[in-house]
Every structure is written in structure tokens, then in C-alpha cells.
């Protein structure tokens, strides 16, 4: 099973970055998918974006599109969020999360279920 080490986060204001990593450790990782989900004070967990681990493709929730962008280093076995233009309803811990199986293959990167492991969240806080 994988082991998930996010570093990055913090405070920032509002319309200012952040870049998030999250690197992966384990035997004989088969990487499928990498990604990024959230959760704020008292609300679900909900997914913010993910890559396509073969060819770097990706997806997006609609809140984040044309502000974050998401990559992946597949040497270091690396996923990078990098948060531009950042809002107030951004705040949350932000979670990687990773996908050895492809039960559900290339399609709903979205799902909360296609991921089995989890880093240990990292919080993100951005002030108005």
C-alpha cells in the first residue's frame, strides 16, 4: 500500500498562490492516478482534481478550473497543486490521494471510492 507525504499549504490572502506536493512511497507502485480532494469545516470531503498518471491528462472541479493546475513527476512519483488566484472558499485540508487498482479505469477520476490511500491532509487558508 502506499504511503502519501503532503508538504507545502499555509496561509495566504486572497488572489495570492500556493503550491502543494504530495509524494508517494511504497513496493512496486503502479501508479494510475494521483489527485487532490478537500474538506472544509463541516462539509464533505469533495474532489478538487486529479491526473492521469500514463499521459499527464487531467481534470478539474469547476471552482478550481483556469486557477489550479495540476502536475505530476513520475521519476520522483510526485503530484504538485499549484493554486493561483486563490479564494476564501478555498480553505480546507486538502488531501492526496492515490489509485494502484484502476478498478474504474480512465473515467471518474472524480470518485472518492476509486482511491486507497490517503496523505494526512494539509491546511490550506485563505484570508479576504
Known amino acids: 500500500q502506499a504511503r502519501l507525504v503532503e508538504s507545502g499549504g499555509g496561509a495566504v490572502q486572497a488572489g495570492g498562490s500556493l503550491r502543494l506536493t504530495c509524494a508517494a512511497t511504497?513496493?512496486?507502485?503502479?501508479?494510475?492516478?494521483m489527485g487532490w480532494f478537500r474538506q472544509a469545516p463541516g462539509m464533505e470531503r469533495e474532489f478538487v482534481s486529479a491526473?492521469?498518471?500514463?499521459?499527464?491528462?487531467?481534470t478539474y472541479t469547476d471552482s478550481v478550473k483556469g486557477r489550479f493546475i495540476v502536475s505530476r513527476d513520475k521519476d520522483r512519483r510526485a503530484v504538485t497543486l499549484q493554486m493561483n488566484n486563490v479564494r476564501p472558499e478555498d480553505t480546507a485540508v486538502y488531501y492526496c490521494?492515490?489509485?494502484?487498482?484502476?478498478?474504474?479505469?480512465?473515467?471518474?477520476?472524480?470518485?472518492?471510492?476509486?482511491?486507497?490511500?490517503w496523505g494526512q491532509g494539509i491546511q490550506v487558508t485563505v484570508s479576504s
Open positions: 491526473v492521469w498518471w500514463d499521459d499527464g491528462d487531467t
Open positions: 490521494t492515490i489509485d494502484t487498482t484502476n478498478y474504474f479505469g480512465r473515467q471518474n477520476l472524480h470518485l472518492y471510492n476509486r482511491y486507497e490511500s
Open positions: 511504497g513496493p512496486r507502485l503502479q501508479i494510475y492516478t
